[in-house]
T-cell receptor, first 110, second 113 residues
Framework: QQQVKQSPQSLIVQKGGIPIINCAYE??????FPWYQQFPGKGPALLIA?????SEKKEGRFTISFNKSAKQFSLHIMDSQPGDSATYFC?????????FGTGTRLQVFP | DAGITQSPRHKVTETGTPVTLRCHQT?????MYWYRQDPGHGLRLIHY???????DKGEVSDGYSVSRSKTEDFLLTLESATSSQTSVYFC????????????FGPGTRLTVL
């Protein structure tokens, strides 16, 4: 049973495009929603995160949009660059545990 | 990788053999986690620890055991490795129960033949 559902599985965009990755959750007890970025051969690293009392958070070219009533949140990458090519994981936190989505492999071509 | 090392980084072993993976941190964080990463499954929690000798099961704990005798070390043991345990294993640390961020180590790629 996947508590956090992530889509799409893979995404290919050209440089300058705006890839969007979506996640949905069921458990209303989740209180923190991070996105992690992972490059090949490395561990995941926190990219940006949001709490459910905020509808949007922006850090540089990365934006999280959060819809509490729909129990959905998404990551937008503005002006995407080839260096953004990585796997992205959404997650949701409940007490001391993170539940991860299945990941989205993003490729940005020049 | 936030002062986290994992050893070994790569290991190939045979079915039925015991395997121990080590996670070492220099951050003095209280919480430590073991995850496995598989295509199509993302990261799944195996076991975690909230202090020395305090551990609990995660989502996919069958076939795994853990130990934490010192704050800085968290060991993951596969008592009798199976091919289904072929995976990339990540250790993560978190400052406290209420801390939001988990910091991940570089991972161990384990192949069970």
């Amino acid at each position: 049973q996947q508590q956090v559902k992530q889509s799409p599985q893979s995404l290919i965009v050209q440089k300058g495009g705006i890839p969007i990755i979506n996640c949905a959750y069921e458990n209303t007890a989740f209180d923190y929603f991070p996105w992690y970025q992972q490059f090949p051969g490395k561990g995941p690293a926190l990219l940006i995160a949001i709490r459910p009392d905020v509808s949007e958070k922006k850090e540089g070219r990365f934006t999280i949009s959060f819809n509490k009533s729909a129990k959905q949140f998404s990551l937008h990458i503005m002006d995407s660059q080839p260096g953004d090519s990585a796997t992205y994981f959404c997650a949701a936190k409940k007490t001391d545990k993170l539940i991860f989505g299945t990941g989205t492999r993003l490729q940005v071509f020049p | 990788d936030a002062g986290i090392t994992q050893s070994p980084r790569h290991k190939v072993t045979e079915t039925g053999t015991p395997v121990t993976l080590r996670c070492h941190q220099t951050e003095n964080h209280r919480y430590m986690y073991w995850y496995r990463q598989d295509p199509g499954h993302g990261l799944r929690l195996i076991h975690y620890s909230y202090g020395v000798k305090d551990t609990d099961k995660g989502e996919v704990s069958d076939g795994y055991s853990v130990s934490r005798s010192k704050t800085e070390d968290f060991l993951l043991t596969l008592e009798s490795a199976t091919s289904s345990q072929t995976s990339v294993y990540f250790c993560a640390i978190s400052l406290s129960r209420t801390a939001d961020t988990q910091y991940f180590g570089p991972g161990t790629r384990l192949t069970v033949l």
